[in-house]
């Protein structure tokens, strides 16, 4: 055991001993993992708890799914490379604009309370599936259920309907009323701190129908009055306008990044991206690829944001979107 483990770590891993549910299993792990000492003599129990944690969520869901998500309709169950859920008022295009996304059908129509349940597609980006959850329209109050399918998902897109003065109050409501249900939708978040209760999610403001009449300067007062808080973009779901810079900007607020591995001797395999955590070193990149690696890890070379093409790099070299690395035993 390493020193400096603070009497609150030491609760909380009390506490997972104790817990019955698969829940507060994973409540009390996510706890560890924020109050353990970030140094060398934790990288061990780093790896550890985030091992059991992933392996409680894999339970979590299976168990989930089994009971066929009828216990809650906001439950969608997380595939690709991160989940993005839409939420916005009635009839503004979040299903015109998720479907020009994706290219899936979505049922769009001229009238409010079209979608009546959360629905799930994939958007395709370069090498990756990206989730886009369409959702019912939000009416007055954010239903806590509903907050609920925001705070577990990687991040949001609060889209308004830039054809009406409407949208400013629009996207006031909705930043407002996420933030009473205490998940803050911002352009950079903080990690995730269990002793907060608030916690922070990357979200995009849209802005929808931009080939409506004034919905460009309605656009510049949206900007005006939350661009510092979070992106504002303006796009048209009909005219297919912006499209490929949303999409780009939802990638980015995922805030993950693709490595390729390469075996030694090998050609890398670049069709088979691992997603990881933007900040991720090379021992994060070895846990994905087998678990026994971060013990058995030597060294590494990079190829992509190393200084020189193939530089050897220590495990705590941090990774960048698009490197190649090479591990030895
Ligand atoms: N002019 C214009 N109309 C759009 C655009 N996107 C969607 N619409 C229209 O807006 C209406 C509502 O579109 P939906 O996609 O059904 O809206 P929604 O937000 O999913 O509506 P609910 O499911 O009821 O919440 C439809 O008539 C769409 O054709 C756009 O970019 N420009
Ligand atoms: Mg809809």
Not at 54 to 62: D, F, R, S, T, W
Request: aromatic content about 6%; overall charge negative; charged content about 25%.
């Amino acid at each position: 055991m390493p020193a400096n483990l603070t009497p609150e770590y030491l609760q909380a891993e009390e506490d997972f001993r104790k817990a019955t549910t698969i829940e507060e299993k994973i409540e009390a792990l996510q706890r560890m993992l924020a109050l353990l000492p970030k140094h060398k003599g934790t990288e061990r129990i780093q790896a550890d708890i985030k091992r059991r944690l992933a392996k409680l969520k894999e339970m979590e869901q299976q168990q989930r799914a089994k009971r066929g998500g009828s216990a809650d309709p906001f439950y969608i169950p997380r595939h690709g490379a991160g989940q993005v859920v839409a939420l916005g008022f009635p009839n503004v295009g979040k299903s015109a604009l998720l479907s020009a996304l994706s290219g899936v059908a979505l049922e769009v129509a001229d009238y409010p309370y079209t979608t009546q349940r959360p629905q799930p597609v994939m958007m395709p980006y370069e090498n990756l599936q990206i989730q886009l959850v369409d959702t019912p329209p939000v009416v007055g109050e954010i239903e806590p259920a509903f907050a609920g399918m925001v705070r577990r998902a990687d991040a949001a897109l609060v889209i308004v309907d830039l054809s009406t003065d409407e949208c400013f109050e629009q996207a006031e409501v909705l930043l407002k009323g996420m933030a009473t249900r205490r998940v803050r939708l911002v352009r950079d978040p903080v990690d995730d701190d269990p002793t907060n209760p608030i916690v922070e999610r990357a979200a995009i403001l849209v802005g929808n129908k931009l080939d409506a009449p004034e919905a460009e300067d309605r656009f510049v007062l949206l900007q005006g009055a939350h661009g510092s808080q979070l992106p504002v973009v303006a796009v048209s779901a009909l005219e297919r306008v912006g499209l490929d810079d949303l999409k780009r900007l939802i990638f980015q607020q995922l805030r993950i990044i693709r490595v390729y591995a390469k075996p030694p001797g090998k050609p890398p395999t670049l069709d088979r991206p691992f997603v990881l955590k933007r900040g991720a070193t090379v021992l994060d990149f070895a846990e994905e690829v087998h678990r026994d690696f971060p013990d058995k890890l030597r060294y590494a070379r990079v190829w992509g944001s190393a200084e020189f093409p193939g530089q050897p790099v220590s495990k705590d070299f941090i990774l960048q979107d698009g490197d190649i690395v090479e591990l030895h035993l």
